[in-house]
T-cell receptor, first 109, second 117 residues
């Protein structure tokens, strides 16, 4: 069983703060990891992916991967109310994606 | 590109009826995935195709579910007979085949919201 675990939240942060979303996975054979954002009633949309240990930055978003600890995180700097959504972590093993249940983020104005 | 197209967007049916969901992947994408999303179970992979061939259907919950991909631009997911516990959002997603495949992501359609009464 390839499991991806996320805290369901909700995680509440004030506008302008850093939001930190975390994800752990059980399958050491996973090749890459993805963060998706899903607004209520909408489909998941890709934020970023990472496959090497360390940090990867894209605008206000930073993904962090630690394969030894089987841990992936997403940092959102300068959080905005428009960032309020559910964030899904996914691991890719060959052609299959395994999704976590998602963390709901609320950014308060 | 229009993205992944799904139809219908909403479906309300009665228990025992046949339901057919449709998907048109992004042109040129070799992989097509069907997912089901519920509050209780999250996003679950049902089946995926590569070049129109079903590769892994281990996520299909029961024999009542079947999926086909007769050509590169069309796929269906059928539930017959439908039951109330099938109520969920069904997403279709497609993915290209890149040189570094593990870097390729999936692009989701808008989903079909199914309610079985």
């Amino acid at each position: 069983q390839k499991e991806v675990e996320q805290n369901s939240g909700p995680l509440s942060v004030p506008e302008g703060a850093i939001a930190s979303l975390n994800c752990t996975y059980s399958d050491r054979g996973s090749q890459s990891f993805f963060w998706y954002r899903q607004y209520s009633g909408k489909s998941p949309e890709l934020i970023m992916f990472i496959y090497s240990n360390g940090d990867k930055e894209d605008g206000r978003f930073t993904a962090q991967l630690n394969k030894a600890s089987q841990y992936v995180s997403l940092l959102i700097r300068d959080s905005q109310p428009s960032d309020s959504a559910t964030y899904l972590c996914a691991q890719r093993n060959f052609n299959k994606f395994y999704f976590g249940s998602g963390t709901k983020l609320n950014v308060k104005p | 590109d229009a993205g992944v197209i799904q139809s219908p967007r909403h479906e309300v049916t009665e228990m025992g009826q046949e339901v057919t969901l449709r998907c048109k992947p992004i042109s040129g994408h070799d992989y097509l995935f069907w997912y089901r999303q519920t509050m209780m179970r999250g996003l679950e992979l049902l089946i995926y195709f590569n070049n129109n061939v079903p590769i892994d259907d281990s996520g299909m919950p029961e024999d009542r579910f079947s999926a086909k991909m007769p050509n590169a631009s069309f796929s269906t997911l059928k539930i017959q007979p439908s039951e109330p516990r099938d109520s969920a959002v069904y997403f279709c997603a497609s993915s290209p085949r890149g040189v570094a495949v593990f870097q390729e992501t999936q692009y989701f359609g808008p989903g079909t919201r199914l309610l079985v009464l």
